[in-house]
């Protein structure tokens, strides 16, 4: 028995007007969730060039603030537990200062025992000299005799032997003192060599190393034991893009600002352009960046101030070498 009157039809009057129904629903339904596609001042401003160069050709890169010495991966000659740390990050080291002090209980047992040797290679050194003089003097004796009968065959052939015996105990003695002093030099080296100290003047960044901790010379570590290099200056190495390289005018100055601060920007002197160059690998997370590129990388000095630490990213702008004027 149906429920609609005779004069309605569901499918010619019902079904339509509930398909327009639902179009309805579903267009307020989209229209409802479109993104926001108003526009609006970005909360940092992106870096751009200032002064004389905002207006002229110029070339952009991203850089890498390092030390003027570039990074030194400190690590240690020999494996051994760490007895001593004598540095912490921020540190400014002299060259040749201690850094941190390995093990060196069993290089200074050997060294004490190349000591003994030495000491004994010199006692015994003393005797046989003093039994060479006694049989040369013995010998002198029976040469001077008047009468050669005097004294026997016998005797004179014991006093040559015994001047030959006390000979071979001085060489003997001479051979073992230099073998002792060889090994005494050989403890004294490793035993230098487990002081692990700074090959440069400069600033201590980081230390990856506790007393305690083992230090294997291979394999055992993942990261440097210690790094450091020379702050004073600091430099920043920018990457310029192969298809850019032929653009940028080297020897001329840079405007660089920290990644994020806009505002503050540094006039970078130029240092030097590497012969070699290299694969992308740093990268700056845009969106329309390419990493299937080469890299020209030009080193810049950046001027003293609390702008910039090691390993922060920064912005570049390079004078272009007679070129269009081009937005970096």
């Known amino acids: 028995m149906s429920i609609l009157p005779k004069n309605v039809s569901f499918s010619r009057q019902i079904l339509p007007v509930l398909a327009v129904i639902g179009l309805v629903v579903a267009a307020l339904y ?27 050709a110029r070339v952009a890169g991203a850089g890498l603030v390092e030390p003027s010495s570039e990074i030194i991966d400190i690590g240690s000659a020999l494996s051994g537990l760490v007895t001593d740390l004598r540095v912490q990050p921020g540190d400014r080291v002299e060259k040749g200062q201690p850094l941190f002090l390995v093990d060196d209980r069993a290089a200074r047992a050997r060294l004490a025992e190349a000591n003994a040797a030495i000491s004994e290679a010199r006692a015994a050194i003393v005797e046989a000299q003093a039994a060479q003089r006694t049989a040369n003097q013995q010998l002198a004796l029976y040469d001077n005799l008047d009468d050669p009968a005097a004294v026997s065959r016998a005797e004179v052939i014991r006093a040559e032997g015994d001047a030959a015996a006390a000979q071979s105990r001085l060489e003997l003695s001479r051979a073992r003192l230099a073998a002792a002093q060889a090994q005494a030099g050989s403890a004294q080296t490793e035993l230098n ?19 305690g901790e083992f230090v294997a010379t291979q394999g055992g570590n993942s990261q440097p034991f210690i790094q450091m290099g020379e702050t004073i200056p600091l430099h920043v190495r920018v990457d310029i893009d192969e298809n850019e390289a032929v653009r940028v005018k080297l020897g001329a ?6 990644r994020g601060a806009a505002e503050i920007r540094a006039n970078a002197k130029f240092v030097r352009a590497e012969p070699l160059v290299v694969p992308k690998r740093q990268l700056t997370n845009s969106a329309a960046e390419r990493v299937d590129v080469r890299v020209l990388q030009i080193i810049y000095a950046l001027p003293q101030g609390d702008a910039f630490r090691v390993g922060q990213q920064v912005d570049a702008f390079i004078p272009a070498d007679g070129s269009p004027a081009e937005e970096g």
């Open 30 to 56: 989209i229209f409802s969730s479109l993104p926001d596609r108003s526009t609006s001042e970005p909360e940092q401003q992106p870096p751009r060039a200032t002064g004389d160069m905002a207006n002229s």
């Open 253 to 258: 100055d840079a405007i660089i600002s920290p």
């Open 193 to 211: 060599r487990l002081t692990v100290r700074a090959p440069i003047t400069g600033e201590i960044l980081a230390v990856n190393i506790r007393p």
